[in-house]
C-alpha cells in the first residue's frame, strides 16, 4: 500500500454528521469498536448519526473557523503507521518517546482502553497537526472547544433533566401558571 502525505476529506453522507461506517473510517478502526469508543470518550449516538462537530469537541477540543479547518478536520485519522512514514521515526521509537514524555509532535488521542493489563495501541492524530511539524505547513484555523466530561458508569443516558415534580401545582396545568386569576380574564 503506498503512503499518502494527504488523505481524502470524510464528507459525511448527512448534513447531520457520520454514520457508524463513516465514523469507522474517519477513526480507522474496526466496526466492532466504533460504539465503544464513542461511548468512552462521549461521542454521541443520535439515531444513528455521530455529529461531527461533536465528534471533534469530545476527541480533540477543537471546531473549525473555516473551509480548510474542516477539510483539515475530516481528513481521516492517522495511525502509528503513518505517523511513523511520515516523520521517519520508527514505531518502537514513537512509543518509546511517549513512555518517556520526549515525544515532540502532538500527543494525538487515545481511543483505546486504558486501563487494560497492557497499553493500548490505538492511538490516533489529526494529519494536519503532523504535517506542520514536519513540513512547517500552516495550522488551519481551529477554535478550542470545551469538551464534556464523561462519567463512567453511565453509558447510554443521555442529558439530565431536572425531575418534575407531581406535587407542584404550577406545574399540573400551564394555563394555571399562565392566568393565575380565572376572573381577570375578559370574555
Known amino acids: 500500500m503506498r503512503f499518502e502525505l494527504f488523505q481524502e476529506p470524510i464528507v459525511p453522507a448527512s ?18 469498536s466504533v460504539a465503544l469508543i464513542a461511548q468512552r470518550v462521549g461521542i454521541e449516538n443520535l439515531h444513528g448519526i455521530y455529529p461531527e462537530c461533536i465528534v471533534w469537541r469530545q476527541l480533540f477540543g477543537l471546531g473549525a473557523a473555516d473551509e480548510i479547518a474542516l477539510a483539515a478536520l475530516r481528513e481521516p485519522l492517522a495511525d502509528i503507521n503513518w505517523v511513523s512514514k511520515a516523520t521517519g521515526v520508527p514505531q518502537s ?8 514524555g ?13 486501563d487494560g493489563a497492557k497499553p493500548p495501541r490505538l492511538r490516533r492524530w489529526l494529519p494536519a497537526l ?3 511539524r514536519t513540513l512547517g505547513s500552516p495550522l488551519p484555523a481551529f477554535t478550542r472547544v470545551a469538551s464534556l ?8 443516558e443521555g ?9 407542584d401545582p404550577s406545574s399540573a396545568d400551564v394555563f394555571t401558571a399562565l392566568f393565575p386569576d380565572p376572573t381577570a380574564i375578559s370574555r
Not at 24 to 31: C, D, E, T
Not at 93 to 100: A, G, P, V
Not at 149 to 155: L, Q
Open 149 to 156: 466530561t464523561v462519567t463512567p458508569g453511565d453509558p447510554g
Open 15 to 32: 448534513a447531520a454528521g457520520f454514520t457508524t461506517e463513516e465514523l469507522r473510517r474517519y477513526l480507522g478502526v474496526g466496526k466492532n
Open 159 to 167: 442529558p439530565a433533566f431536572p425531575p418534575e415534580n407531581a406535587d
Open 130 to 132: 503532523i504535517r506542520n
Open 93 to 100: 521509537t514513537i512509543r518509546d518517546h511517549f513512555r518517556s
Open 102 to 114: 520526549r515525544w515532540q509532535y502532538d500527543r494525538g488521542v487515545q481511543l483505546g482502553d486504558e
